[in-house]
């Protein structure tokens, strides 16, 4: 079933009972979230707060990196970070851990810091407007790194083997 979307006038799918839109979902996250601006959350970092840039690897190099961030990819995040977690890293010391995530424009952050609070890291929080504003302000960074010739040329993995 769907209905005349009244913004754009083209037909859109009904959504199902009790569905949240991603606007709706962002918006219930960030009213969790102690946000921090760019120069804060720089600030939380210099104190000891975890920084940790969720970005995966190929946006980090086009756009560049924060030094000392901790980068753990987005898919991979709530599993390296919750403390009970067979599979957390060694900086995942504890509930009371202050947890900054960064993400490019601040949107991603958000749903994963309120993920971090999910799993008890009441402290999590996020950078508004990701690294796009932590550039902006001037705070340290590095990069971007221009691509080797040799990841551009490089053959894929399977290349050379028997299909079967």
Do not use: K
């Not at 599979?87 to 424009?105: F, H, I, K, S, W």
Request: proline share 10%; glycine share 8%; net charge positive.
């Amino acid at each position: 079933m769907s209905h005349i979307d009244s913004t754009t006038g083209c037909r859109a799918p009904v959504p199902p009972p009790g569905s949240r839109g991603i606007a709706e979902i962002l918006a219930a996250a960030r009213v969790r979230l102690d946000r921090f601006d760019p120069e804060r959350a720089h600030l939380a970092y210099r104190a000891g707060a975890l920084l940790v840039d969720i970005r995966p690897a190929a946006q980090r190099a086009a756009h560049g990196t924060v030094p000392g961030a901790l980068a753990i990819e987005r898919n991979v995040l709530e599993w390296r970070l919750d403390p009970r977690c067979p599979a957390r890293l060694p900086q995942a010391t504890g509930y009371d851990l202050p947890v900054v995530v960064l993400c490019q424009e601040g949107y991603t952050s958000s749903l994963a810091a309120a993920s971090l609070q999910d799993l008890g890291l009441h402290r999590a929080t996020d950078v508004i407007g990701g690294f796009a504003a932590w550039q902006v302000a001037g705070l340290p960074a590095l990069g971007p790194t221009a691509p080797t010739a040799t990841s551009i040329l490089a053959p894929p993995a399977t290349a050379g083997r028997a299909s079967r």
